[in-house]
């Protein structure tokens, strides 16, 4: 079943409603087009405070609001909630799922990326990354467990497994993830338990690659390192994992016990962009030209994530502002080809801000690009990472929300969204928790060199 464009104007459809495509949406309606947004997801989420939720500091409600609730006063939008599974660039058509097919004028693709596992898909059970909104109450649901598993058992036995968590990937994720867990382990759970110690803790992040955070200047790695350990978090660099299994992480083969494993070590694109027929690296990002189409589509966009778009000999990062930046090139450049002036726009051009990681209470680090040149780190780098990340939230409630919980968490040391919901399993707790299993005969690696025998 075709689905016709509304009367003679053109129709837009936009594939992914993330910071590009809803950037994109919102230009487009002030153009004389129609325009469909289609999401398998009945939201917008605000991915970098995603690990916020994860460590429960702030609920789903506070970063995510419904597209529909976003676009309801652009009258030429309407929002399609179903899961695109084919292209035919040719007829200029969608198909959707449910069996409905979007016949399109221009296609903007905007679709993002999900987790890697660099071929070991069967990590993902035991060690989950950080994407979604399912993802991050998964992640919360694992770290507040761990501690009321160790609660439990300390009373019924009177010991628990040693609290190890163990982090794959030094990026921001993973430093976020790391520093989150420090602080709701020594600063907000201490007065909780009243069998365990929640303090004692450890958190280990194992980086493939020479550096923590090595998308940042040499400054910023080093500060970001001296921040983490003040937070008690262990890093490791040039740790290659081999294997990952309920209970613990192989690095080679060093067995490095862990009750709770998460991932944050890398990234590819949305198969979306190989169903397009086009270029694609060695990721599944499309390969775009300076005006953000495939090579031979003038009539398609590919944005944020999903693009692979260079600048100044570097491809630009996939994270929020890029993606951005292109939902509005997007929709501006087919406002000016409605009106036959195209080739009056300029290439596309990034305009680098800088780059933010929190990594605790009151630690972060900030390279920034505008309006002035610095490098920041400590406090500053925090309330300035606070306060872009509330400007950015989409909606006044979600602003004054997210400000007045961080106020209540920073003021009273409390977690007010501490929700375990769902199974009350946690993989490899059982092994961990019996001394006599065969597998605990392994080689096994402290998480901290002073922890050794």
């Known amino acids: 079943m075709a689905v016709p464009s509304t009367g003679k104007r053109p129709r837009v459809v936009v594939v992914g409603a993330g910071f590009g495509g809803i950037h994109a949406a919102m230009d487009l309606a002030k153009l004389p087009v129609d325009v469909t947004v289609v999401d398998k997801k009945n939201h917008h989420t605000f991915q970098p405070l995603l690990y916020q939720v994860a460590l429960a500091v702030l609920s789903p409600g506070d970063i995510a609001q419904p597209i529909r609730s976003m676009l309801r006063n652009d009258a030429n939008t309407e929002v399609i909630m179903d899961e695109v599974v084919a292209f035919d660039t040719v007829a200029h058509r969608v198909d959707l799922k449910s069996g409905a097919e979007l016949m399109y004028d221009f296609l903007i693709v905007a679709t993002g990326s999900t987790h890697s596992y660099f071929g070991k898909d069967e990590w993902a059970k035991w060690a989950p990354g950080l994407k979604t909104l399912e993802d991050a109450t998964e992640i919360r649901r694992r770290v507040l467990l761990t501690f009321e598993l160790a609660e439990r058992q300390k009373l019924?036995?009177?010991?628990?497994?040693?609290?190890?968590?163990?982090?794959?990937?030094?990026?921001?994720?993973?430093?976020?993830?790391?520093?989150?867990?420090?602080?709701?382990?020594?600063?907000y759970m201490t007065r909780d338990f009243r069998h365990i110690d929640p303090g004692s803790a450890q958190v280990l992040i194992l980086e493939g690659s020479p550096h923590i955070l090595g998308m940042y200047p040499p400054d910023l790695q080093l500060k970001a390192v001296e921040q983490l350990t003040a937070l008690g978090v262990t890093t490791r660099t040039d740790a290659h994992v081999s294997d990952i299994q309920p209970g613990y992480v192989l690095v080679g083969e060093e067995r490095i016990?862990?009750?709770?494993?998460?991932?944050?070590?890398?990234?590819?694109?949305?198969?979306?962009?190989?169903?397009?027929?086009?270029?694609?690296?060695?990721?599944?990002?499309?390969?775009?030209?300076?005006?953000?189409?495939?090579?031979?589509?003038p009539d398609i966009f590919v944005i944020g994530d999903l693009a692979h778009f260079e600048q100044d000999g570097k491809q630009v990062p996939g994270v929020a502002q890029p993606a951005m930046q292109m939902g509005d090139y997007a929709a501006k450049r087919i406002g000016l080809?409605?009106?036959?002036?195209?080739?009056?726009?300029?290439?596309?051009?990034?305009?680098?801000?800088?780059d933010m990681a929190t990594i605790g209470r009151k630690a972060a680090v900030a390279?920034?690009?505008?309006?002035?040149?610095?490098?920041?780190?400590?406090?500053?780098?925090?309330?300035?990472?606070?306060?872009?990340?509330?400007?950015?939230?989409?909606?006044?409630?979600?602003?004054?929300?997210?400000?007045?919980?961080?106020?209540?968490?920073?003021l009273r040391f409390q977690d007010g969204v501490r929700l375990i919901v769902g199974s009350q399993d946690l993989p490899g707790w059982g092994q961990l928790a019996k001394p006599d299993t065969p597998e605990r005969d392994l080689p096994r690696t402290p998480l901290k060199k002073e922890d050794a025998p």
């Open 156 to 187: 019924e036995t009177g010991t628990h497994p040693p609290l190890n968590f163990v982090i794959v990937g030094g990026g921001p994720t993973g430093v976020e993830l790391a520093g989150a867990i420090s602080d709701i382990a020594k600063l």
């Open 257 to 297: 016990e862990s009750v709770c494993t998460l991932w944050a070590a890398g990234v590819q694109a949305s198969p979306l962009g190989k169903m397009l027929g086009v270029e694609t690296d060695r990721r599944g990002s499309v390969l775009v030209d300076d005006h953000l189409h495939p090579h031979g589509h």
């Open 337 to 354: 080809l409605l009106e036959g002036k195209g080739d009056k726009q300029k290439p596309f051009r990034y305009f680098d801000k800088g």
């Open 367 to 410: 390279r920034i690009a505008w309006p002035f040149h610095a490098h920041w780190s400590g406090f500053m780098a925090w309330l300035t990472w606070l306060v872009v990340h509330i400007f950015f939230l989409i909606g006044f409630r979600n602003r004054w929300g997210v400000f007045r919980q961080w106020a209540y968490t920073y």
